[in-house]
């Protein structure tokens, strides 16, 4: 069997060489009025903060990836699979070379750090 079987409208199977790949149609669910306003606001003030994060990082350190795009991506860091350590790395600006981050240390204290885990 090769090629898509397209049994249901659902769920699609790609079978390639010695593997296959499972694909499911996402399920949208509708807001209310209301709360669709409100996930607007809050997706532009996202935008819009993250765009400032991306800002101050690159001042700050005075270098970006090439083709960077911003992003919250927050993560244990490196030092965290240490006992009792408390490291936290957010990616907020990421390209083809890698990611910068801002870390928060255990005492509440943070930096930025390119590339991150660097």
Do not use: Q, W
Request: proline fraction near 8%; charged fraction near 20%; glycine fraction near 10%.
């Amino acid at each position: 069997m090769s090629g898509i079987n397209e049994s249901t409208d659902a769920v699609k199977h790609v079978v390639g060489p010695a593997s296959a790949v499972k694909h499911v149609a996402p399920y949208r669910y509708p807001l209310a009025e209301a709360d669709a306003a409100r996930m607007a606001e809050l997706s532009a003030e996202i935008a819009d903060r993250l765009a400032e994060m991306e800002r101050i990082f690159t001042v700050t350190t005075g270098e970006a990836p090439r083709d960077a795009a911003p992003r919250f991506v927050p993560a244990p860091g490196h030092a965290a699979a240490e006992a009792d350590s408390d490291v936290t790395y957010v990616e907020i600006i990421c390209g083809p070379e890698g990611c910068g981050c801002y870390v928060t240390l255990a005492d509440g204290t943070g930096f930025c750090e390119y590339p991150c885990g660097g």
